[in-house]
């Protein structure tokens, strides 16, 4: 539950501006995540997320790593995390995750941005990949074998 948990929140800080701790809170339970702001203190502090300056004046929650396309090492870390198996046909992969967290894997997939991928579709523990190329599939799947730990 933590690493969907700490997936979440680092999703939602990417697309939100989120300033403070109960903000923070307040939108993971809307997510359906029931969280303490202790909680949401600790995993602040494991992500090791800073407060910026907006363009508007008001500070947010970010990263303080980036990588190569916009995720940090950490969502990449949990990502892994989370993939179970991987199994593909014809240009369709079908990633098996723990329980619960496909809408977040499947989110920061997405945010991979791999041009190979036109789309996911996400369950509670299945994603499915529509790959654009059948002669791509294989690539595909070899990249999200190498992150299953």
């Known amino acids: 539950m933590k690493t969907i948990r700490q997936m979440a929140i680092l999703d939602l800080i990417e697309k939100q ?3 403070t701790q109960e903000d923070l809170a307040e939108a993971l339970r809307a997510r359906g995540i029931k969280v303490t ?3 949401v203190s600790r995993d602040i502090k494991e992500l090791r997320l800073l407060k910026v300056l907006t363009p508007a004046g008001l500070y947010k929650y970010a990263t303080a790593d980036k990588a190569e396309n916009g995720m ?3 969502l990449i870390r949990m990502l892994s995390e989370s993939l179970l198996s991987v199994a593909a ?3 369709l992969v ?3 995750t723990l329980n619960g967290s ?3 894997a499947a989110e920061a997939l ?3 941005r791999w041009p190979e991928i036109l789309g996911t579709l996400a369950g509670d523990n299945t ?3 529509i790959i654009r190329a059948e002669a791509e599939t294989a690539a595909v799947v070899r990249r999200l074998q190498d992150m299953i730990k």
Request: glycine share 0%; no cysteine.
């Open 89 to 91: 046909s014809n240009n």
């Open 127 to 129: 994603i499915l990949l």
């Open 94 to 96: 079908v990633v098996k």
């Open 110 to 112: 997405d945010s991979l």
């Open 37 to 39: 702001q202790a909680t």
């Open 17 to 19: 501006a989120i300033e």
């Open 72 to 74: 940090s090492d950490r």
């Open 102 to 104: 496909a809408n977040v």
